[in-house]
């Protein structure tokens, strides 16, 4: 495949998939279907530009992000509001597909005033230098104000694979991730490569300051390592925390022959670039990585091969959908316009499947478009930049129609 297909969806779109390599679906896409009779989907907004993620304030309001024009949107009882409540100054110009308005996440707190979390690549002072950056605001029931710098991370040499998207775990402290940045480095596992350069890393840091959470997995080796929860992402546009363990999952793009759904343990070394999908569909081995004291490797739970521009995976923190759906896991991709559905198995560290189609997943990879169908929830959404569960217990997708200029909806799906 040609990699310069990922760098003709982003410039249309939003912070989605130049990690994948894969085949852009250039078909308009009618209204979605689900797979199960008993629910139905509503549009609930229409007219964002290259949405990229949303967090609910409350029942009634939803700030949603947009990429290229750095604007963070409300949506409040149904109605888009004309003006952002925040206009933040990205870099978002064609040359630089990925960049832009990243990631959201939002916090209560003591008080009636919330922290809204958002990873963006900023414009330094108007000129050509850019920063990934991660910061916090306080939300006052009307904008966002009073932002302070968490995370200064770099967005070079790029410009693709920037992240961006951030989870905040049931022990309070924040997770987000950065790509690769198209670095060659001991973190992307080249021996004898530069230095941890805070690329293809997952971090995980205080929420109120910014510093390293108390046991990061590599404290006291480097101050800069002190931050890091993993390492060896190449790109990644899912983060999501397992309400019932509190463990952390990301989705991760392959370059052309697999994407990922990882169970994130502290110190989890992914492999790349000497490893996409299971180890042992690889030429390589572990003895080929970079390991840290304190790292280790893990195949992925379930990997898609080809690659189908994987997007973002939520855990449904609801019953209201029926007790199939709770606490299981929802992802989305790009190619497709797919919603995909996986139940956890017993001990929530990987996946189960019916006995109609577990012979098909023994070695927990989908290939082909039949294994895909196995998966499938829904279709039709066009590409899927977010997932979530809404303040109502329902469930939300945030999409684009990259045929359409990058013009995004929100999707509610809940009970006929």
């Excluded at 991660?134 to 790029?158: E, Q």
């Excluded at 480095?185 to 971090?203: A, E, T």
């Excluded at 023994?362 to 499938?376: A, I, M």
Aim: aromatic residues 10%; charged residues 20%; proline residues 5%.
């Amino acid at each position: 495949m040609n990699e310069i297909l990922p760098f003709i969806i982003f410039s249309v779109f939003i912070v989605l998939i130049s990690c994948a390599a894969i085949t852009s679906n250039k078909n308009i896409f009618a209204e979605p279907v689900l797979n199960d009779s008993n629910l139905k989907i509503e549009l609930v907004a229409q007219g964002l530009n290259s949405p990229t993620s949303m967090a609910f304030l409350d029942s009634n309001n939803i700030l949603v992000l947009e990429k290229n024009s750095g604007n963070v949107r409300l949506l409040s009882n149904g109605v888009l509001e004309k003006q952002p409540v925040l206009k933040l100054n990205v870099d978002h110009t064609t040359l630089t597909c990925c960049r832009g308005l990243l990631g959201i996440a939002i916090t209560r707190n003591n008080s009636d005033s919330k922290s809204v979390f958002l990873y963006y690549s900023e414009l330094i002072d108007g000129k050509d230098s850019v920063r990934n950056r991660l910061y916090r605001y306080t939300w006052n029931g009307k904008s966002l104000i009073n932002p302070v710098l968490l995370l200064d991370l770099p967005a070079a040499p790029g410009p693709n694979h920037p992240g961006g998207k951030i989870a905040i775990g049931l022990d309070k402290y924040l997770y987000t991730v950065i790509g690769d940045l198209n670095n060659r480095g001991k973190l992307q596992n080249i021996k004898g490569g530069p230095d941890p350069d805070d690329s293809s890393v997952i971090l995980k840091i205080n929420a109120t300051d910014g510093t390293a959470a108390k046991r990061n997995p590599f404290l006291g080796l480097s101050p800069k390592m002190s931050k890091y929860y993993g390492y060896g992402i190449r790109n990644s546009f899912g983060l999501a925390i397992d309400p019932v363990t509190g463990s952390l999952w990301d989705t991760e793009n392959g370059d052309k022959d697999f994407d990922e759904i990882n169970l994130v343990k502290p110190g989890f070394n992914s492999g790349w670039e000497q490893l996409m999908g299971p180890i042992s569909k690889n030429k390589k081995n572990e003895n080929d990585l970079v390991i840290f004291p304190g790292s280790h490797y893990s195949d992925p739970a379930f990997s898609f091969g080809p690659s189908i521009g994987i997007t973002d995976i939520e855990f449904f923190n609801s019953s209201k959908l029926g007790d199939k759906y709770s606490n299981n896991v929802f992802v989305g991709d790009i190619t497709h316009g797919n919603l995909y559905f996986f139940t956890l198995n017993t001990n929530r560290t990987g996946f189960s499947f019916n006995e109609k189609i577990e012979q098909s997943f023994l070695d927990s990879v989908s290939n082909g478009e039949k294994e895909l169908s196995e998966l499938t929830f829904g279709t039709g959404f066009g590409g899927i930049t977010d997932i979530k569960t809404g303040s109502d217990g329902f469930l939300y997708v945030l999409t684009f129609d990259q045929a359409n200029h990058g013009k995004g909806k929100i999707y509610r799906i809940s009970h006929l």
